[in-house]
Structures are given as C-alpha cells and as structure tokens.
C-alpha cells in the first residue's frame, strides 16, 4: 500500500496491509467498545468532539502536508478542508443531543415517543478527493449518536487515515470506537459480511456503490451511498453573466476538478452561451497550477496519473463524436497526473462528454433554447447530486430549482457542503443523507415506544 505523491512521482511512504488477525482484532474490539460507549453521556462525547475540533484546526498544517504529498491538493486548500472539518465536529457535538432526542408523539397511549439510538459498528468506505471531509462528515455524527466507526479509507492516502485516527484518538475517544484498517477493497465484503458491522457508508464510483449495496442487501444492513455526479450549472439569459462565469470557473476548479459536486456540465441559454464561453475561458486561464506545497498554487495534478490518462481519453473519444474544443489544455504527455482546464462545446448525446461524468477539469458546455430546455438537458443525466441556477430573477431561480432533478440545487451560488444541510444524491448518484439532522438519523435506530394508559393496563388484567 503507497503513499505516492501525484506531483513529483515519488513514493513518500510504504505501508503493509494489515492480515485476517489483526482486522479480526480490530472488530473484535470495536464491537465490545460499543456497548460501552452507547452509554456514554452526549455531554461528555461532546467534550471529546470539540477537543477534536481542536486538534484539527492544530494540526492543519500537517494535514494539508499529507493532502498535498497523497493526492495533490494544494496546501491553501488543505487548511481549508482541515478548518471545515473541526466545524463539523463543532456542530454535532453542540447539536447531536437535540437532533437525537426522544420525539414526542400524540397518540391514545400515556405517553408515544420515537427513541434515536446507536446501532453498533458503522463501517466506512471513503475516497481520496476529501481525504479528511469525506471521513469527518460520517464520523462526527456516528460518534456523537454513540456508535463505533471503521474507516476504510482509499489506498492511495494512508497517511491521512492514520492522521485522522490519530487526532480522535489524541482527542480522548477511547480508540476502539475508531479505527483506521489498512487494507484493500477485497476486504470490504468479508466486513460487511460480518454481523458486528451493522451499518455502511459509502463516497465513492456508481460501479462501488452498486457492489457495496448488492453486499449490504444480502446481508440485510443498512447503506448510504454518495456516488458520482455531473452538476449542471444552469445559466440563464438574464443572469449576471461576470458573476456566473467567474463562478462557473471556481466551480468546474474544486479540488483540480476532482469533486462529485464540482460543476461539469454548464447549461447556457443560446443568446449569451458565446459570451459565457468567453469569459469563463478568461477565468479558467487565470488559475495557477503548480507543487501542492507551494502556497500560491491554485490547482494541483489529478490525484494519480492513470486518472489523468483516463479523463484525457473520454475528451478525444467526445471530439472524434463531434465536440469542439473551445480551450485547450490537458496532458502534456501520457502518463502525467497534471492536467490543465479544457472547455468543450458542441456537446450532444451519443458522446461521452454528454452521458458520462468527467472527473478532472474538463467545462461541457449544452447550449439551450430557453429555460424549460436547459432543465430538460439537466435532468437528461443519470446522476442527480448537485446543481445550480443562474438568474437575476431569485423568485424564478427557486422554481427552476425545484425542478431540477438534484438532492441540492443553489440558485446563484455554487454548491457546496455545509454541516446544516444535508448532502445526498438521487438516481445514480446514490441514495441517503450526510450531514444536518437527516444525516445523524441515518445510522440510528428509530424506536417506537408505547406506554400504555393506567385504566388500559387494568383493562388487560381484568381480561
């Protein structure tokens, strides 16, 4: 298992698998922390959690090292994602209480009430583009709700699972409740296989969902999948055209490109799609590759170079069909992890561009006759995670949004992530929430409790 880093081609750090013993150690242990730990009080979990927020906001520079030497994010990015972190950890520890109290139902009973309480091991399977966020979305309300988590984290940034256990650990969660196995995805199934892990979560490709849930199904447990994503970012005629390119171009940048909610499929009404192209083209050039390490570095390399190679082919695949580039970039020669920002237009089905989700920073421009047809060509897609609408009408904005078929849909913002919303997807973009209230009732058992009424109780003795 390598830390490789994406920049400079070399290996920072080897690490061994871990075998069948230890990964049975590490269940075992995590198994027998939980019916401890769901006993715990909120108030001391939410010590804990805060303590890790901390740590977090601590360590951030050693995190956003790790981020820029596994996978290529920029280091001003790395901060970013690490400070985003411990405000998650923040918000549950100050809100998983109230999320999680007893819910008063109005019932003939004395008293009806639904009960939230932990299920036991939730395992996690997370991937490289947020090495930390991804995690930290599960783990923090997992945590507080009194469940145990295990991380299986993708086996190119090691280090940053092992940092991330760390920080819980030093935090003073008592570390069986979480733990980091070292080990590969032929592994996945013999875990969810196992009757101590009861939950799983899972970010990552549709082709990765679907074997996680085909897995979980059989086994009757509980999943939540954030699959892929291919937002559309919906530009009207009467949109602040600077705004929504400049935008468009910080949107399409997330991460080097490499975001589920990162816009990919920029939907422009006809009479301004020349205009947009133009400035969104200024805006894309204007961003700064370079080394990860390098503070000034606004775009790193793809997170490994067959991903560069792979994203490069579904662009020649898409012009030899009919695209048009509108601005060059890409590889500079096969087999190199950077890849600077393309645009391309004339993009219809029957290509790859039209159908397929382009994971790097590759802008797709679909032109549209008017509004009605550009949310016809956004939900022309099999994913459904994110989107946006671009219109100084805000009132119109929010009934297009509605109809967009998308878990989140901002009107003249780029999407993005918060604690207080919740984050999820439909059709092939997966199913269940993250975050907010929804994503810390994922992994709860939700309790019907009845007590009956006195003279109802008599009622039963008499019969």
């Known amino acids: 298992m390598e830390s490789l880093n994406p920049y400079t081609g070399r290996v920072e750090r080897r690490f061994r698998p871990f075998g069948q013993a230890k990964v049975e150690q590490i269940v075992t242990q995590a198994h027998r922390a939980f019916g401890e730990w769901r006993t715990t009080t909120f108030a001391h979990r939410a010590r804990l959690m805060h303590r890790a927020a901390e740590l977090l906001r601590e360590r951030q520079e050693e995190l956003a090292h790790l981020m820029a030497v596994e996978m290529g994010k920029p280091v001003t990015d790395g901060r970013a994602e690490a400070v985003k972190c411990a405000l998650c950890c923040d918000y549950y520890a100050e809100h998983a209480e109230q999320f999680l109290a ?14 939230y309480e932990p299920i036991g091991i939730v395992l996690a399977i997370m991937p490289w583009n947020f090495p930390f966020w991804q995690v930290v979305r599960f783990a923090a309300p997992a945590l507080m709700a009194g469940n145990v988590g295990l991380l ?70 509980k999943t939540v999948l954030e699959l892929g994503g291919s937002d559309a970012f919906i530009v ?46 200024t805006h894309l050039l204007a961003f700064r590759p370079g080394d990860p390490l390098d503070a ?35 590889q500079s020669k096969s087999g190199t992890a950077l890849f600077r920002p393309m645009i391309l237009s004339h993009v219809r089905p029957g290509q790859r561009a039209y159908s397929e989700e382009f994971f790097g920073p590759v802008a797709i421009i679909l032109e549209a006759k008017d509004a009605d047809d550009a949310i016809r060509l956004a939900n022309d897609s099999r994913f459904g995670l994110g989107g ?32 207080e919303m919740p984050f999820g997807g439909v059709k092939k973009s997966g199913y269940g929430r993250e975050l907010s209230h929804l994503g810390i009732r994922e992994f709860v058992n939700q309790k019907s409790i009845w007590v009956a009424k006195n003279e109802e109780t008599h009622a039963k003795k008499v019969e």
């Open 102 to 115: 007893d819910e008063e139902i109005k019932t003939e009973a004395q008293r009806s009430f639904i009960a």
């Open 152 to 221: 299986k984290h993708a086996s190119n940034v090691p280090q940053c699972a092992l940092a991330l256990e760390k920080i819980f650990h030093d935090a003073g969660f008592p570390p069986a409740t979480f733990r980091t196995l070292l080990v590969g995805s032929e592994v996945v199934e013999q875990l969810i296989e196992d009757d101590r892990v009861r939950a799983v979560t899972l970010t990552g490709s549709e082709p990765a969902g679907a074997a996680v849930a085909a897995a979980a199904g059989r086994q009757i447990k």
């Open 236 to 281: 009207l005629a009467d949109a602040d055209l600077e705004l929504a390119a400049k935008t468009a171009a910080q949107a399409r940048m997330i991460n080097a490109g490499q975001s589920c909610i990162a816009a990919k499929r920029f939907i422009v009404e006809k009479p301004v799609v020349k205009e947009f192209i133009s400035k969104m083209k």
């Open 296 to 330: 000034a570095t606004q775009y790193g390399p793809l997170a490994r170079a067959d991903l560069a190679d792979e994203l490069t082919q579904q662009v020649e695949d898409s012009v030899k069909q009919g695209a048009k580039v509108e601005l060059y970039g890409g």
């Open 388 to 419: 946006s609408v671009w219109t100084r009408d805000a009132a119109r904005g929010q009934e297009l949004a509605r109809r967009v078929e998308a878990g989140a849909v901002f009107v003249n913002s780029m999407v993005k992530s918060s604690p």
